[in-house]
């Protein structure tokens, strides 16, 4: 079983929709957690951390399930520009800074 | 200009050479990492350095080298290299320790094809 886990997709939404991803992770012991965003053939960039009450940052919502192992990122009335992949990163403790990569969401916003 | 710069972005070398990738940094981090990415698996970490002369292996070191000789400069190496080395490598920095939540930078990558 993969550290952490994702659904590759492609997800497919049109413009203005609302998306969901989720995320699980295999090591109950995690301390850390981020969504990352990836534009094609470029390096990962952080969009969010998440922490374990949630946390929005504009149209980004990120949720923490600790008891079920399992991360969310929901993006709000989506944008042309929100087509990337997005990593789910877990860090197992925050004194290496380790980090295990997701192999990432395909999200592709339809105009 | 980025503050993570890695040389050279694309490199083509055959079977059996010997290659090294570089990286600079402008952020002042003393934590520096080498990952490779490859499709359908993510980025996986070939080594990490949390100060100059510190070097640990990561996930897949095998086959690769690093160099730690300054604060800003990590280099990785591949002493000989092979064709399932071809891959997209990425080095990264992150903020000081003990903060709640460390954030990793990356460069832009590297594209190596080894024929």
């Known amino acids: 079983r993969k550290e952490v886990e994702q659904d590759p997709g492609p997800f497919n939404v049109p413009e203005g929709a609302t998306v969901a991803f989720n995320c699980t992770y295999s090591n109950s012991a995690s301390q850390s957690f981020f969504w990352y965003r990836q534009d094609c053939r470029k390096e990962p960039k952080l969009l969010m951390s998440?922490?374990?009450s949630g946390n929005e940052d504009g149209r980004f919502t990120a949720q923490l399930n600790r008891a079920s192992q399992y991360i969310s990122l929901l993006i709000r009335d989506s944008k042309l520009s929100d087509s990337a992949t997005y990593l789910c990163?877990?860090?197992?403790?925050?004194?290496?800074?380790?980090?295990?990569f997701g192999t990432g969401t395909l999200l592709a916003v339809q105009p | 200009d980025a503050d993570v710069t890695q040389t050279p972005r694309n490199r083509i070398t055959k079977t059996g050479k010997r290659i090294m990738l570089e990286c600079s940094q402008t952020k002042g981090h003393d934590r520096m990492y080498w990952y490779r990415q490859d499709p359908g698996l993510g980025l996986r970490l070939i080594y990490y350095s949390f100060d100059v002369k510190d070097i640990n292996k990561g996930e897949i070191s095998d086959g690769y080298s690093v160099s730690r000789q300054a604060q800003a400069k990590f280099s990785l190496s591949l002493e000989s290299a092979i064709p399932n080395q071809t891959a997209l490598y990425f080095c990264?920095?992150?903020?000081?320790?003990?903060?709640?939540?460390?954030?990793?930078?990356f460069g832009p990558g590297t594209r190596l094809l080894v024929l």
């Open positions: 990264a920095t992150s903020d000081l320790p003990g903060k709640r939540q460390e954030t990793q930078y």
């Open positions: 998440v922490y374990s």
């Open positions: 990163v877990v860090s197992p403790r925050s004194a290496t800074n380790k980090l295990i």
